[in-house]
């Protein structure tokens, strides 16, 4: 029987046939604003929340402060609360930043990685981690070596990946060969604004709907809606429906 951890993120479950499995890892990715950092917040937090389950956020990009101001904005009102009691632990960006090497980043994580307490981890983002590396080859071996830990530690993990594009880049890169599964965010312009929409791609050990679901963001996070959407990945310059 293969054990579930959920997001608490309404719509998503559902999709995923009752959640992410546990101790894997899963790549979300998106161009700017299209809410993966929110879908790493909403993760933590409704761990702690609604599943009695602990967690730790790494931001390359963000400080503690704006990572409060981000959850508290959306709804995310116990979210300080939660730091404070350790139930969330934060490694802001002056933290993980402060060292030029990732060897000794990882020193400071290892502690807290290998403490039982914590089920949930988010890493955002997957490209400031890469900073860390002058070359591929380094890159592969430290970024190999950390997911291995997260799996050792039975850690059920998020990681986010920036992406330039409107539509999804599916050509495979290393992340993709590491992670256990893919989750698309997506937005498209509209005369009023943007169109937004969740695709879970590839979640491993899973029976997964892979059609593409309309999201919205709102007071409380995300919120996928089950009826799938009419969009479908389409061809370079092709337009949704």
Same mark, same amino acid.
């Given at each position: 029987?293969?054990?579930?951890?959920?997001?608490? !993120?309404? +719509? @998503?479950?559902? /999709?995923? $046939? *009752?959640?992410?499995?546990?101790?894997?890892?899963?790549?979300?990715?998106?161009?700017?604003?299209?809410?993966?950092? !929110?879908? +790493? @917040?909403?993760? /933590?937090? $409704? *761990?702690?929340?609604?599943?009695?389950?602990?967690?730790?956020?790494?931001?390359f990009e963000e400080n503690e402060k704006d990572l409060r101001e981000a959850a508290e904005s959306i709804g995310f009102d116990k979210w300080p609360d939660y730091v404070e009691s350790g139930d969330i632990k934060v490694y802001d960006k002056q933290v993980l930043l402060r060292e030029n090497d990732f060897s000794s980043s990882l020193e400071l994580l290892l502690d807290d990685l290998e403490d039982d307490e914590y089920d949930r981890l988010v890493l955002d983002?997957?490209?400031?981690f890469e900073l860390f590396f002058e070359t591929e080859?380094?890159?592969?071996?430290?970024?190999?070596?950390?997911t291995?830990?997260?799996?050792?530690?039975?850690?059920?993990?998020?990681?986010?990946?920036?992406?330039?594009?409107?539509?999804?880049?599916?050509?495979?890169?290393?992340?993709?060969?590491?992670t256990d599964g893919n989750i698309y965010l997506i937005q498209t312009p509209t005369d009023s604004g943007v169109n937004r929409y969740l695709w879970v791609a590839k979640m491993r050990k899973q029976n997964i709907e892979t059609d593409i679901y309309p999201m919205e963001i709102d007071w409380g996070g995300i919120n996928v809606h089950e009826n799938a959407s009419a969009f479908s990945m389409m061809g370079e310059g092709d337009s949704p429906i």
């Open positions: 029987m293969i054990e579930l951890t959920k997001t608490g !993120i309404d +719509g @998503l479950d559902e /999709i995923l $046939n *009752g959640g992410i499995v546990k101790n894997s890892t899963t790549l979300v990715s998106g161009n700017p604003g299209a809410g993966k950092s !929110i879908l +790493g @917040l909403q993760f /933590i937090y $409704n *761990g702690v929340d609604q599943f009695d389950e602990k967690g730790i956020y790494l931001s983002s997957l490209a400031m080859r380094e890159k592969r071996t430290y970024l190999l070596k950390f291995d830990i997260l799996r050792e530690n039975e850690l059920t993990t998020l990681m986010t990946n920036e992406q330039g594009a409107v539509f999804p880049d599916t050509e495979i890169g290393l992340e993709n060969y590491l």
